[in-house]
């Protein structure tokens, strides 16, 4: 396999540390950042990385909310150094929160489904 | 789907939070602390876990050895609140170490073919 043919020669690295992930500011298609990474969620059995936890909104550290959105709702960008998102602020404040309540553990399958319904993206575990 | 049928009933919850598997302990079959996660390596392609960088050995935080290991070769323990693997020092020390060079880019194929082949695990890209 080629250097061009292993993605990471148009993307930059093939590969991306998560604590370099973290942080890592996220832009609308404007260029505007509109937040950033705070910490992945990780899905134990297929190792895949399932949602992104975004911090988004605040001023000088206050007033910042986290929002869980599927990992696959952002795509790095090298020329920006940062997650590229088609994602906006109405659709946030629109989205499903039920990850919000208490201790929540996510073994509920149909919330995930609906949050995935909700951004139109392909459910992470492949199956209906 | 149960609640047992989503894996997480078994294991904790289903999902893991990336900046809690970071510092996360590494323990041996005999429930010894070998190490622990420093950071995890993500395919950006796939969004799949591919690898777990392993802080291991060391004493008061010097002369701590950073091993990259595949990501199948953890598996997480919720009694011990950690991961445990069949990794062994000497398996460590002979591992290949081709990524510690320069700035690597994980570009080559074929040492993760070696890397992966080494540690007797499949390919997380499925392919060949």
Redesign the interface.
Known sequence: ?S?SE????R?G??????????GTDVYSPDGTSIGSI??????????????A?MGFGGFLGMGEEEYTVP??KLD?DTSLGGYRTDITESQLRGSPTFYRSGDY???D?NRERELHDYWGVPF?WGGV
């Open positions: 396999m250097m292993r993605t990471g020669a993307t690295k093939p590969l991306i540390e998560s604590d370099r992930v973290e705070k910490r992945l969620m990780i899905d134990k059995v297929s190792g895949k990385v399932a949602y936890v990992w696959s790095y553990d996510w073994s399958r992470y």
